[in-house]
């Protein structure tokens, strides 16, 4: 681990096919790398491989990857374009955080939950697609994510955790599918843009601050299945 660890000068990286495993932290704050390919052989993506690698702009995963591990590509500030095979399973917590300059993302068929922190102040996000494997979406998944207009939440999704959409302040409409029985704490805390919010028959409690100061709700139905609403839910909402 850590092997080429805050090398400020290196500007590429091959890394071949006889390569199986990268340890840990291998790559971080390498600040003049500018792209990397990761061959089939490697099937993990170490945790923060290459946190803080501020240059790296292109990022190509080869088909038989299976995870990307905690804060590999934290703190790319500069990554456009990377591509997610449909190999990959697993994605840890923050992974993506801080990656300010990415526009889209596609998250493959086999991936069950979108962990924690994930795409946090990821602030040029314009696309995710989320597919029906996903079943969860943790903590702050796409906390501060402001450039995030609109999301489509698959009916798969049965858990979305506190804060996952917070501070997402273009968000102008969100469905929440019908497999979904609570809305947890602040979830959609300061998403000013939003309109209006469809709350399905499924979710019996909103939590404190669920929605709070989401300044441009306009219209709101809140069905008979909810049985407790949380202090300041809908506060500041004009």
């Keep these: 681990s850590c092997a080429f660890s805050y090398c400020p000068y290196l500007t590429s990286v091959?890394?071949?096919?006889?390569?199986?495993?990268?340890?840990?932290?291998?790559f971080r704050n390498c600040t003049a790398l500018?792209?990397?390919?990761?061959?089939?052989?490697?099937?993990?993506?170490?945790?923060?491989?290459f946190d803080s690698c501020t240059a790296l702009t292109n990022v190509t995963i080869r088909d038989g990857?299976?995870?990307?591990?905690?804060?590999a590509f934290q703190g790319c500030k500069s990554l456009t374009s990377i591509n997610l095979p449909n190999s990959i399973t697993s994605i840890g917590k923050s992974?993506?955080?801080?990656?300010?300059?990415?526009?889209?993302?596609?998250?493959?068929?086999?991936?069950?939950?979108?962990?924690?922190s994930t795409f946090e102040f990821c602030n040029s996000l314009t696309n995710v697609t989320i597919p029906?494997?996903?079943?969860?979406?943790?903590?702050?998944?796409?906390?501060?994510?402001?450039?995030?207009a609109n999301i489509t939440i698959p009916d798969s999704v049965t858990s979305i955790g506190k804060s996952a959409f917070s501070n997402c302040s273009s968000l102008t409409s969100i469905t929440i599918p019908d497999s979904v029985t609570s809305i947890g704490k602040s979830t959609f805390y300061?998403?000013?843009?939003?309109?209006s919010i469809t709350i399905p028959d499924s979710v019996t409690s909103i939590d404190k601050s669920a929605f709070s100061n989401c300044s441009s709700l306009t219209s709101r139905t809140v069905?008979?299945?909810?049985?407790?609403?949380?202090?300041?839910?809908?506060v500041v909402c004009d």
């Design 14 to 26: 091959t890394i071949p096919n006889s390569v199986t495993s990268v340890g840990g932290l291998a």
């Design 34 to 49: 500018t792209s990397i390919t990761i061959p089939n052989s490697i099937t993990s993506i170490s945790y923060g491989m």
């Design 65 to 71: 990857v299976s995870s990307i591990e905690e804060s």
């Design 95 to 116: 992974a993506f955080k801080k990656c300010n300059s990415l526009p889209s993302i596609t998250i493959p068929n086999g991936v069950s939950s979108i962990s924690e």
């Design 132 to 148: 029906n494997s996903v079943t969860s979406i943790g903590d702050t998944a796409f906390y501060g994510c402001t450039s995030l």
């Design 190 to 195: 300061m998403c000013t843009s939003l309109t």
């Design 223 to 234: 069905p008979d299945s909810v049985t407790y609403i949380g202090i300041n839910a809908f």
